[in-house]
């Protein structure tokens, strides 16, 4: 069969197509072009460089469903980079003519290409896949696509961790309000259980009361998980949110409770997520002091100074918290990304003050940071665009092409909110992302 293209104009212009295809049209658009020269059903790939799937398909659902790693990494022992092979095998659930082609640029950790071919009664494998020209530019095509793919890949791989480990922080936060909470409801059942001072069939009822109250708290908060954070409360309503939580905790503990209202409330609302970090702050520092022996009294006092809000919880009991107490270091956690940081003050024999001062307003980076932050290329991007150069000089002072400049001002126009590149170095220099414009043109 004859290579359909019929000029180095056909070849290169099927290049660039595969350059200019964004990740995630990778596939298909090497299947459009490998079509011209290699018809086929389906183009299953098996990659190395990958982090999220190994495998991946495209094309006739019947073999693409049916594909499984194991028969791309039995066909590997078949090739080497740069040497294609084609025959009938096992793949996709039967018996196939398959091309088989395998890539590893530098800094890879190789690529396996393996086209399933139409085939026909007269033709069980296709004389295309015999050709030794047909052979060679569906390795050149593989190994441009593979090169395409580990660059863009390197360039949006800083943005995945980042989303990555934006998740994890607020995963990780919300396991610290679970724990927090079963904690809470775990010590005001046995507090109950354990009490001398209420009868037996009393402390049972009041022991489901307590659990079935923990779990109605449990569903609300699943409600409550993707809004996390959101409007704002009053100083008085958040205290008194927080006391009703502490009295049903300690309501049948041996060690009394004082509650000291903040004495000057002001005109200034509590933003929720600050709300939620000194209930939380609170319910941390008084289930650690009750993990101590000896306590009889925990005292709570909330109070407005200047633009934050400090909170301070104290005991009578033996004074020996330390800074790797458990309790202690969940409060630590819950409190990073908010402007705070506990204070711990523990006097033997005297007793133990954890206090802890909130900001009134969210920290400005919290306020400030785009939805989706930029990795350190486009980082750079966004510099050049601030100076108001454009992309043909902006490819030539990073030593990049002019199609990834376009790639990355795409992708910060749309992690920034922006409408134009004007309106994306305006709001950079505004979160304080760039410096002020210091340059030409030129």
């Given at each position: 069969m004859a290579l359909e293209w019929s000029s180095p104009e056909d070849a290169l212009e099927a290049a660039l197509t595969l350059v200019r295809a964004p990740l995630a049209r990778s596939l298909p658009t090497l299947s459009g072009v490998l079509a011209r020269v290699l018809p086929h059903r389906a183009l299953l790939v098996l990659t190395g460089d990958c982090s999220e799937a190994a495998l991946r398909t495209h094309g006739d659902p019947a073999l693409t469903d049916r594909a499984r790693t194991a028969d791309l990494a039995a066909l590997a022992a078949k090739v080497t980079a740069g040497t294609p092979w084609a025959g009938r095998t096992e793949i996709a659930g039967g018996e196939h003519p398959v091309l088989v082609a395998a890539s590893s640029p530098d800094g890879s950790a190789g690529t396996l290409l393996a086209a399933v071919l139409d085939e026909t009664p007269q033709e069980p494998v296709p004389g295309a896949a015999a050709d030794p020209a047909v052979l060679g530019v569906v390795q050149h095509l593989w190994d441009l696509t593979t090169l395409h793919v580990k660059?863009?890949?390197?360039?949006?791989?800083?943005?995945?961790?980042?989303?990555?480990?934006?998740?994890?922080?607020?995963?990780?936060?919300?396991?610290?309000?679970?724990?927090d909470a079963q904690e809470a409801a775990l010590t005001g059942i046995l507090g109950v259980l354990r009490s001398r001072s209420v009868e037996d069939a009393t402390a049972r009822r009041t022991a489901t009361g307590l659990a079935a109250s923990a779990l109605v708290d449990l569903r609300a908060h699943d409600g409550r998980s993707g809004g996390r954070g959101q409007g704002t409360e009053s100083l008085d309503e958040a205290f008194a949110t927080m006391a009703d939580k502490l009295l049903v905790l300690m309501r049948h503990h041996e060690t009394a409770l004082e509650l000291v209202r903040p004495s000057r409330l002001g005109d200034h609302p509590l933003p929720a997520e600050m709300a939620d970090a000194a209930r939380a702050a609170v319910r941390r520092s008084v289930l650690a002091m009750l993990e101590q022996p000896g306590v009889r009294r925990i005292r709570v006092s909330w109070e407005v100074e200047e633009s934050a809000l400090a909170v301070s919880v104290r005991d009578d009991g033996p004074?020996?918290?330390?800074?790797?107490?458990?309790g202690l270091r969940r409060l630590r956690a819950g409190l990073e990304g908010l402007g705070a940081r506990p204070r711990v003050e523990a006097v033997p024999g005297w007793g133990t003050t954890i206090s802890t001062r909130l900001p009134l307003d969210l920290p400005e980076l919290e306020r400030g940071r785009p939805l989706r932050e930029l990795n350190p290329r486009e980082t750079e991007v966004l510099?050049?665009?601030?100076?108001?150069?454009?992309?043909?000089?902006?490819?030539?002072?990073l030593n990049i092409s002019e199609h990834t400049v376009k790639y990355h001002v795409a992708n910060i126009l749309e992690k920034l909110g922006a409408g134009s590149r004007g309106e994306a170095a305006a709001t950079a220099r505004d979160l304080g992302l760039v410096p002020g414009r210091r340059g030409t043109t030129s």
């Amino acid at each position: 069969m004859a290579l359909e293209w019929s000029s180095p104009e056909d070849a290169l212009e099927a290049a660039l197509t595969l350059v200019r295809a964004p990740l995630a049209r990778s596939l298909p658009t090497l299947s459009g072009v490998l079509a011209r020269v290699l018809p086929h059903r389906a183009l299953l790939v098996l990659t190395g460089d990958c982090s999220e799937a190994a495998l991946r398909t495209h094309g006739d659902p019947a073999l693409t469903d049916r594909a499984r790693t194991a028969d791309l990494a039995a066909l590997a022992a078949k090739v080497t980079a740069g040497t294609p092979w084609a025959g009938r095998t096992e793949i996709a659930g039967g018996e196939h003519p398959v091309l088989v082609a395998a890539s590893s640029p530098d800094g890879s950790a190789g690529t396996l290409l393996a086209a399933v071919l139409d085939e026909t009664p007269q033709e069980p494998v296709p004389g295309a896949a015999a050709d030794p020209a047909v052979l060679g530019v569906v390795q050149h095509l593989w190994d441009l696509t593979t090169l395409h793919v580990k660059t863009l890949n390197a360039a949006t791989e800083p943005d995945k961790l980042s989303r990555a480990r934006l998740v994890s922080s607020e995963r990780d936060r919300a396991v610290a309000e679970l724990t927090d909470a079963q904690e809470a409801a775990l010590t005001g059942i046995l507090g109950v259980l354990r009490s001398r001072s209420v009868e037996d069939a009393t402390a049972r009822r009041t022991a489901t009361g307590l659990a079935a109250s923990a779990l109605v708290d449990l569903r609300a908060h699943d409600g409550r998980s993707g809004g996390r954070g959101q409007g704002t409360e009053s100083l008085d309503e958040a205290f008194a949110t927080m006391a009703d939580k502490l009295l049903v905790l300690m309501r049948h503990h041996e060690t009394a409770l004082e509650l000291v209202r903040p004495s000057r409330l002001g005109d200034h609302p509590l933003p929720a997520e600050m709300a939620d970090a000194a209930r939380a702050a609170v319910r941390r520092s008084v289930l650690a002091m009750l993990e101590q022996p000896g306590v009889r009294r925990i005292r709570v006092s909330w109070e407005v100074e200047e633009s934050a809000l400090a909170v301070s919880v104290r005991d009578d009991g033996p004074g020996r918290l330390g800074e790797g107490d458990l309790g202690l270091r969940r409060l630590r956690a819950g409190l990073e990304g908010l402007g705070a940081r506990p204070r711990v003050e523990a006097v033997p024999g005297w007793g133990t003050t954890i206090s802890t001062r909130l900001p009134l307003d969210l920290p400005e980076l919290e306020r400030g940071r785009p939805l989706r932050e930029l990795n350190p290329r486009e980082t750079e991007v966004l510099q050049q665009l601030d100076l108001g150069r454009r992309n043909r000089q902006i490819a030539e002072r990073l030593n990049i092409s002019e199609h990834t400049v376009k790639y990355h001002v795409a992708n910060i126009l749309e992690k920034l909110g922006a409408g134009s590149r004007g309106e994306a170095a305006a709001t950079a220099r505004d979160l304080g992302l760039v410096p002020g414009r210091r340059g030409t043109t030129s």
